[in-house]
């Protein structure tokens, strides 16, 4: 049938998504990871109200270039149950229109200066793009609400410095709740208004955070087109970037200038307000499934994390928080086929013959490895590597294996093959054989 209106169709049928449909797509998601994977992260995304799903930052780049991409990204989202709320810019498509209404585009320390005629043209063309994301997500069949105002309430960042720029003070919640209610996506523009009704401009990545800080989301994603950050010397994707053990030492790298470490610190003074659990990806939309629903990712996922510590004497080493992690995690020692006391001797009299050991972990004791070298010999084994489930939705793993890996660069190690988690070996492993 022929609708009327995009807000006719929005209260017109169940939002629930068809079962038999969720069951094909989540079928779908085990061609990028493993199916255990997936399913983990299904399961986690799931277990939270559907508010605290995602906040997602999209540019105004993404929706002109990369439109039908970005609407496919976030329907397959919501067709396996998941609401990510959406907040966009339209940057590109606001200097477009100012050039043509021969308006110069002015900025003072990065942010835009909005005066009458370039909030004028602003509000068109932020109401303009939403309308594009909401109609391409209908066409899809995904059902999505335009919100272009009543969330962000804000008052002037300096009036005489910016003029018609925000800054937010408040985040009504209920309007993006009320949509999520209703089985739409939230699709907002970043414009706020004054508690008199002034309409203010405000970036979209500040925009996104303070809608995060509201809802405290699992994750928060920023769109763009590059997929992710990239070192600056180098030249390859950073996977991942743990703050509380790599912030310092990054923002030292002489690379890490201008807008990258502004963007760091951002989203550092984001993560330190919010619960743990809470990450930063930043992601292409066309690779935005890989890096939510394995363990791999695409993009650049950014966490608090933990410190990590690397010791080489059990002394140094809380025996009560690791044995309780072996005992719940250790598929030998759960088992009862030995304890962590008997393991601790084997350490020690290796280390007695001449031998090495080396224990990491986090300081919450949510993963551990052990590495061995035995004596006379310059490769070293990862004998164990045992984390609980929150450390690898986390991507701790990833950390602890990056700071073994710097340093061992010999590494050895065996893995069932029954092994839940074998993909996750296999990408690590410069080689394998069978046995």
């Not at 609400?145 to 925000?166: C, M, Q, S």
Request: glycine fraction near 6%; hydrophobic fraction near 40%.
């Amino acid at each position: 049938a022929l609708r009327s209106s995009v807000h006719a169709r929005m209260y017109s049928y169940d939002s629930r998504p068809d079962t038999s449909e969720k069951e094909t797509i989540v079928k779908l998601l085990y061609n990028i990871g493993s199916k255990k994977e997936v399913e983990q992260y299904l399961r986690h995304f799931s277990s939270v109200e559907s508010q605290k799903f995602a906040v997602i930052k999209v540019g105004g780049a993404v929706i002109s270039d990369d439109l039908a991409t970005l609407a496919s990204a976030l329907t397959f989202l919501n067709r396996v149950g998941l609401y990510p709320i959406v907040v966009h810019g339209a940057g590109p498509q606001l200097n477009k229109r100012l050039e043509a209404a021969n308006i110069e585009a002015r900025y003072e320390d990065g942010i835009r200066i909005t005066d009458g005629p370039t909030l004028a043209i602003a509000r068109e063309v932020f109401a303009s793009e939403n309308r594009k994301l909401v109609e391409a997500l209908e066409r899809m069949g995904t059902r999505a609400r335009p919100i272009t105002g009543g969330v962000f309430v804000a008052d002037y960042l300096n009036r005489e410095k910016y003029d018609r720029v925000g800054k937010i003070v408040r985040v009504n919640r209920e309007v993006v709740e009320s949509s999520i209610r209703a089985g739409c996506l939230p699709i907002l523009t970043s414009l706020a208004e004054t508690p008199e009704g002034q309409i203010l401009n405000v970036n979209a990545d500040i925009a996104a955070g303070e809608l995060a800080r509201v809802l405290e989301p699992l994750k928060i994603v920023y769109l763009n087109e590059k997929n992710g950050l990239y070192h600056g010397t180098t030249g390859k994707r950073i996977e991942t970037i743990h703050l509380d053990e790599e912030y310092e030492d990054l923002l030292k790298e002489p690379w890490v200038r201008y807008g990258t470490k502004l963007k760091l610190k951002e989203i550092k003074e984001l993560l330190d307000t919010l619960p743990r659990s809470s990450s930063v990806a930043i992601i292409s939309a066309e690779h935005l499934h890989k890096e939510l629903f394995t363990h791999s990712g695409a993009g650049t996922l950014i966490m608090r994390g933990h410190r990590l510590f690397s010791e080489q004497d059990l002394a140094n080493v809380d025996s009560d928080r690791l044995r309780a992690l072996m005992m719940a995690h250790d598929p030998e020692i759960a088992s009862g086929a030995a304890t962590a006391a008997s393991y601790w001797q084997q350490l020690a009299e290796l280390k007695k013959d001449g031998g090495q050991y080396w224990i990491y972990g986090d300081e919450p004791y949510q993963v551990a490895a052990v590495v061995t070298r035995k004596p006379g010999q310059t490769v070293s084994t990862l004998d164990k590597f045992i984390a609980t489930k929150a450390a690898v939705l986390g991507n701790i793993t990833d950390n602890a294996w990056k700071l073994i890996a710097r340093d061992h660069p010999q590494l050895i190690w065996s893995v069932p093959r029954t092994d839940d988690n074998l993909s996750w070996h296999f990408e690590r492993a410069d080689g394998s054989w069978a046995v």
